[in-house]
């Protein structure tokens, strides 16, 4: 395979081969100078030491970095917090903006911060059903859909009505209708108010009481 002038540059100035560059393969080890922490267990005073210096509501909605690079402020709290959901979700968002799987000042290339993060806490959902946004975006539906199948299994039928939705709707878009009808009802049931995943399946004949 032929990289581009771009891909390989940016391989090379962050350091990397092509191998580390995949996750499964390489995507550099876990250790940090600073944690890493689980995010489901992380205490208030680190988990706030790194998102003030570096995962800022600007950083988060991608308006601007807080110390440099919007990357590299993302590519910091993941070192540090690999399985941090909404900056796992930043990073996909900025691959997706600026159409890259190398954003300037990351460490690493997307795919490697869902490696990661699943490597450091295999049992945790969020970083499964996160990378299967990234891959539906990318049009892998089925790894999509296998990742998300990981995630709603490693929940359970916790009661967590936002990740509920969430799975449902992810479910709607790759195509996985009575799994999407599964989940919206246990959304609802656990009191999820946003009336879009019932929308969407009654308006493809799926909604069913």
């Given amino acids: 395979m032929k990289l581009s002038t771009m891909v390989l540059t940016s391989i090379l100035a962050l350091g990397m081969n092509v191998a580390q560059a995949t996750p499964g393969i390489g995507c550099g080890d876990l250790h940090n100078a600073f944690g890493p922490f689980d995010y489901r267990t992380i205490p208030a005073l680190p988990k706030d030491l790194v998102e003030r210096a570096h995962f800022t509501l600007q950083v988060e ?4 970095g807080k110390s440099g690079y ?3 402020d993302i590519d910091y709290t993941l070192r540090a917090i690999p399985n941090h959901p ?25 795919p490697c911060y869902f490696d990661r993060a699943i490597r450091f806490v295999p049992d945790d959902p969020m970083p499964h059903l996160i990378y299967a946004i990234y891959l539906k975006d990318h049009n892998k539906r ?3 859909v296998a990742q998300l199948d990981t995630a709603t299994s490693l929940k359970g039928d916790g009661d967590n009505a936002d990740f509920a939705y969430d799975a449902g709707l992810l479910y709607f878009d790759l195509g996985e209708k009575d799994k999407a009808l599964k989940y919206a009802h ?3 049931d656990l009191g999820a ?4 995943l019932k929308a969407k399946l009654q308006a ?5 009481d």
């Fill in 61 to 64: 909605t991608l308006a601007a």
């Fill in 70 to 72: 919007l990357g590299a």
């Fill in 86 to 110: 909404r900056a796992l979700l930043s990073m996909e968002r900025l691959g997706m903006r600026d159409k890259t799987d190398f954003p300037r000042g990351a460490h690493y290339p997307v």
């Fill in 142 to 144: 089925a790894e999509a």
């Fill in 186 to 188: 246990r959304a609802y």
């Fill in 193 to 196: 108010q946003l009336p879009g």
């Fill in 204 to 208: 493809a004949g799926a909604w069913r």
